[in-house]
């Protein structure tokens, strides 16, 4: 809610740490390329999933694909934490507070790890009927299940992870979430090719081996962020003596910022579990495109997500500091750095559209279709490069709701009407269900700028 004593105007405090005031491009590229070497080698290991089991059959790779967006309910609770924490966190660190952002280290903690022991038993028990009721085909749900219910055991260490991670970033502290991250998708990639394959000694698990390599590196990196927490010299330190000792104050902070956000996954996903159906309507080949394609534009939006990031960082360091102008900068600087990276990729997938796809299956009609999806996304990123940034700096000025309801707009007023309309009534297929989708990106571009200009978020108090 709005805080009576805000304003615009700046003030002669101090910058945080994180912003080096004379040059905020040099601030905001040094919290951003950690994150980007972080998700591309992420996005890396799932294009690494995606070719190891698309070279199982399409079924393998329909199955998985779908299972894999199933999994993005938990990314919901894991992303309502993560925001929260990351926000409350750059706060206090702003405002030379670090104790109390120690104390929103705890109950970010103990958040995620409720959430994620919920999750890994609901994935583990309904893994068949989730499946069912996205419209899985028989043979391709037979191989979905068996990957979901090897996946289910890594959830609970993968939202600690995640919520430990945002701490960090919070901080301002990118580089060490990137290493960490790092070491999770090594760990992934190698278990992921031992047990799909049987390399060695190993069984030939099949889909089941992804799962499983999901759950190795999942623990590996719940280690390995516990470990770094705890150091001394953490930019947010974990201590033992104090690990149970959670303030409510600070959880009720977390939930404040966190739960519009994590509405604003949740229904997404929602959403995109819908769009989704109206292609898998459309036959395994063309669910089996989408999904590629899926996999290969996670790539070229990486620039943006690390620079949301970045902005959400650096404008709650900002307002902690009370230099509301100072988090204004930062927050168009990010944008402008982002326009810029996510231009390029757009040129590559128009051109090279039909050797990328092809990379990952080797079905004519499925890179024929992969191709023209690739072509069509290409004109949504110039306009989501402006929506993640910005989002991410409204999201770091605590103004979440506002960012729910442009979501809100985007993917349930815009998005799937035309999907269906275009898809199947006019028969366009799944390149028809792709031009919805770009007009949604435009859409919440727009009205996140919007609302960024605005300047409310300057007096949001959190």
């Not at 090719?193 to 999942?218: D, K």
């Not at 516990?226 to 009720?252: P, Y």
Request: net charge neutral; aromatic share 8%; hydrophobic share 55%.
């Amino acid at each position: 809610m709005p805080a009576d004593a805000g304003d615009d105007a700046p003030n002669t405090s101090a910058a945080p740490a994180a912003l080096d005031e004379s040059s905020l491009t040099r601030s905001v590229i040094r919290l951003a390329w950690p994150v980007v070497i972080q998700q591309v080698s992420f996005a890396t290991v799932q294009l690494v999933d995606t070719f190891l089991v698309g070279h199982l059959g399409e079924d393998a790779l329909a199955g998985v694909g779908v299972a894999s967006i199933l999994y993005w309910f938990p990314l919901s609770g894991m992303f309502a934490i993560g925001i929260g924490a990351t926000a409350i966190v750059a706060r206090n660190v702003g405002a030379g507070r670090r104790e109390q952002a120690e104390a929103t280290l705890r109950s970010a903690q103990m958040l995620a790890l409720a959430w994620g022991l919920v999750m890994g038993v609901v994935y583990f028990a309904a893994a068949e009927p989730m499946l069912r009721i996205m419209g899985t085909e028989p043979a391709a749900l037979d191989e979905g299940v068996e990957y979901m219910r090897a996946a289910a055991f890594g959830i609970p260490f993968y939202t600690l992870l995640y919520a430990s991670t945002a701490c960090l970033q919070g901080a301002g502290d990118t580089r060490t979430p990137m290493t960490i991250m790092l070491a999770v998708n090594l760990v992934n990639g190698v278990v992921d090719y031992v047990l799909i394959n049987g390399t060695g000694p190993f069984p030939e698990y099949g889909v089941q081996g992804a799962g499983l390599g999901f759950l190795a590196s999942a623990v590996v990196g719940a280690l390995l962020v516990g470990g770094a927490l705890l150091r001394k010299k953490s930019t947010v330190h974990l201590s033992l003596s104090k690990v149970l000792m959670i303030e409510r104050a600070e959880t009720d902070r977390v939930l404040r910022i966190g739960l519009p956000a994590g509405a604003e996954q949740f229904q997404f996903q929602m959403a995109f579990l819908m769009y989704t159906r109206i292609i898998a309507s459309l036959g395994t080949t063309a669910l089996a495109a989408h999904q590629v394609v899926l996999r290969i534009e996670g790539l070229t939006f990486l620039p943006g997500f690390a620079l949301g990031i970045a902005a959400t960082t650096l404008v709650g360091q900002g307002l902690g500091a009370k230099r509301p102008d100072l988090a204004e900068k930062a927050a168009v600087s990010a944008a402008r750095v982002a326009f810029v990276l996510m231009a390029v990729p757009g040129v590559i997938l128009m051109i090279f559209g039909e050797p990328i796809t092809r990379l990952f299956i080797n079905d004519d009609e499925v890179v024929d279709i992969g191709r023209k999806l690739l072509f069509i996304f290409a004109f949504a990123l110039p306009a989501l490069s402006i929506s993640m940034s910005l989002g991410g700096a409204l999201r770091g000025a605590g103004d979440t709701r506002a960012v729910l309801a442009i979501m809100s707009v985007g993917v349930w007023g815009v998005r799937l009407g035309p999907a269906y309309l275009l898809a199947v009534v006019a028969g366009l297929g799944v390149p028809g269900a792709w031009i919805a989708a770009i007009i949604d990106i435009n859409t919440r571009a727009l009205l996140m700028l919007l609302r960024f200009r605005q300047g409310r978020w300057k007096r949001i108090d959190v």
